[in-house]
T-cell receptor
Framework: AQSVTQLDSQVPVFEEAPVELRCNYS??????LFWYVQYPNQGLQLLLK??????LVKGINGFEAEFNKSQTSFHLRKPSVHISDTAEYFC???????????FGAGTILRVKS | GAVVSQHPSRVICKSGTSVKIECRSL??????MFWYRQFPKQSLMLMAT?????????EQGVEKDKFLINHASLTLSTLTVTSAHPEDSSFYIC?????????????FGNGTRLTVT
């Protein structure tokens, strides 16, 4: 069975500072990995995804993530955050793109001015 | 891009009544739709997977007689919460996929916040 662990429930950071949101997964097979963002009372928006190929994946809004198979991690990074990045971020794993996703518990990113 | 519309966005109902939530794919045919539930400050939990024209597959612990799912067409799936109780109050989100290959993208609706009084 797959599982996703997001180690930080909340991450406070000052505007224009870099940020890393951590995600570790476990699975017995090859997986596809995703990061989603959720703004209050809204659905999820896909930030980026890893299916295959280059382990460094670039997404929308300046975010990127690196797939590390040996460490079973898929951490999300942004070199300089904005107030508008304040939201909840979910890491998710799927054994087949388009199949059902297993989500982590989420990390609330709070960007302060 | 592909759009998934969920209606209503918010609903308040009295205990014992039933509520229907619609999930529509506006510009693509959704062969499969997923229904998730999100409790406050928690992650999304998959409730069920529905394929057009067939019965939904429910996750362990989800009462299929309470959460009725119908996927009658390639653009519409409905979730009906029957005899709702306050503990059913939650944020319900649907997602839709256009195909079954690994290239099939998954699109989410904006969710429905259900409050049962």
């Amino acid at each position: 069975a797959q599982s996703v662990t997001q180690l930080d429930s909340q991450v406070p950071v000052f505007e224009e500072a870099p940020v890393e949101l951590r995600c570790n997964y476990s699975s017995s097979v090859s997986v596809y990995l995703f990061w989603y963002v959720q703004y209050p009372n809204q659905g999820l928006q896909l930030l980026l995804k890893y299916l295959s190929g280059s382990t460094l994946v670039k997404g929308i809004n300046g975010f990127e993530a690196e797939f590390n198979k040996s460490q079973t991690s898929f951490h999300l990074r942004k070199p300089s955050v904005h107030i508008s990045d304040t939201a909840e971020y979910f890491c998710a794993v799927s054994e087949g793109y388009g199949n059902k996703l297993v989500f982590g518990a989420g990390t609330i990113l709070r960007v302060k001015s | 891009g592909a759009v998934v519309s969920q209606h209503p966005s918010r609903v308040i109902c009295k205990s014992g009544t039933s509520v229907k939530i619609e999930c529509r794919s506006l510009d693509f045919q959704a062969t499969t739709m997923f229904w998730y539930r999100q409790f406050p400050k928690q992650s999304l939990m998959l409730m069920a997977t529905s394929n057009e024209g067939s019965k939904a597959t429910y996750e362990q612990g989800v009462e299929k007689d309470k959460f009725l799912i119908n996927h009658a067409s390639l653009t519409l799936s409905t979730l009906t919460v029957t005899s709702a109780h306050p503990e059913d109050s939650s944020f319900y989100i649907c997602s839709a996929v256009t195909g079954s290959s690994y290239n099939s993208p998954l699109h989410f609706g904006n969710g429905t916040r259900l409050t049962v009084t």
